[in-house]
């Protein structure tokens, strides 16, 4: 689909007037109407919950904002338990689906009220010894190992993930023992989770999931008499980084979801289990850009165009190679006749956030949107070579815009030295 930024240039430029390029963008408007189609597609089912990812864009602004659209979040550690407290997000509305987990992270979540992800059949007893106690609401994470392929054609699999390679999760045997040893000492609620393919693009990966982990909770139920309250089908769904690929269509995958429950979970009587979420990517990548201005050109064996950010502002690029897309404002309707690298200035090869890109004939000064940043992008920065993290800025509704992160500064990144 065309890539249409959610900001004009007169807006960008106004905006630049009180903060300074680069900083990240998001748009109130858009994560508004993710959330909402989202709840609309799994209406179906009434228990029915997002759990945003917190580690994809970890603002409290944001967090808010999923909240009031009924979502809550899933945590993975210490901070982001903390960051839910202070937005007044406990209990049941958090998900902690974490891994190697410290023993002081459990007993914060639990002291939370949170609801707990197994990660590990060890954790059992190292969660009841941290805790004193199992708690009645328990969740286990689930990995059937070996490949998981969907949709091959000519061109290759749709998807293809290696869950066998993968750290997360427990064996099939381990999650039925897990069931029988978290029942025999107490639990009640019992949820099950899996996270099998990353970034996916294809409106059957969460209906492929949720046949599997229908199926195994139909037995899970029958085997060990353990009540399946919910069952989680975590993240992984993908957005559309290329302007060739299709999105996904949330409405065809709550369908396809809806399918296999109706096939699999009605005639086991198991029709009061309640679907969960933990979409990052989905809900706020294309609801977020980072925003930048073209510093430099450089003409050597290639065409350079240095701009304000760089890879601490969005890693993406620099590790996975990850496309994103570029709009140079103002000139959307130029013809793309110019191949450029896109760089930003770390002392590492690696940070360009476009190789060979064609692009309409960029000039000093212009603004580029980066599209697609709203999700692992501000969060995954860092501080090499000395770069200081940028705002984090919201569009309202309205068109005004506020400050939801200001911009480190020098003192921030001397804070924890000592002298
Ligand atoms: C990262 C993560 C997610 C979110 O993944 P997305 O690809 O952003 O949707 C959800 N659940 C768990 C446990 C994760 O680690």
Known sequence: MKKIPFATKAQLEDICKEYPTPFHLYDEAGIRATARAVYKAFSWNPGFREYFAVKATP?????????????????????????????????????FSSNDTPAEEFAFADELGAIINLDDFTHIDYLE??????????????????????????????????????????????????FRILKAKGAKRFGIH???????????YYPALAGQLFQLAVELERETGAKVAFINLSGG?????????????????????????????????????????????????????LVTRVLHEKHTYKEYIGVDACAANLMRPA????????????????PCDHKYDVVGSLCENSDKFAVDRMLPKVEIGDLMV??????????MGYNYNGRLRSAELLLREDGSVELMRRAETPDDYFATLVW
């Open 59 to 95: 603002t409290p602004r944001i967090l808010n904002i999923l909240h009031e659209e009924g979502c809550g979040m899933d945590c993975s550690s210490l901070t982001e338990l903390m960051m839910c407290q202070r937005c007044g997000i406990v209990g049941k509305e958090i998900m």
């Open 129 to 178: 010894k941290t805790i004193g106690k199992i708690p009645e609401t328990i969740s286990c994470r689930f990995n059937p190992g070996g490949v998981f392929q969907l949709g091959e054609s000519k061109e290759g699999f749709q998807v293809m993930d290696n869950p066998g390679d993968a750290k997360y999760g427990m064996t099939r045997d381990q999650l039925f023992e897990a």
């Open 194 to 204: 899996s996270f099998l393919a990353s970034n996916t693009i294809s409106n059957d």
């Open 237 to 289: 769904v993908g957005v559309d980084y290329r302007p060739d690929q299709e999105a996904n269509d949330i409405y065809a995958i709550g369908e396809g979801v809806r399918q296999q429950y109706e096939k699999i979970l009605v005639p086991a009587g198991m029709d009061d289990v309640a679907i969960y979420t933990e979409m990052g990517r989905f809900m706020l990548a294309p609801n977020g850009h």
């Open 319 to 334: 590790i996975y190679g990850a496309y994103h897309h570029i709009t140079v404002m103002g000139k959307e309707n130029q």
């Open 370 to 379: 980066i599209h697609d940043t709203g999700a692992h992008g501000f969060s």
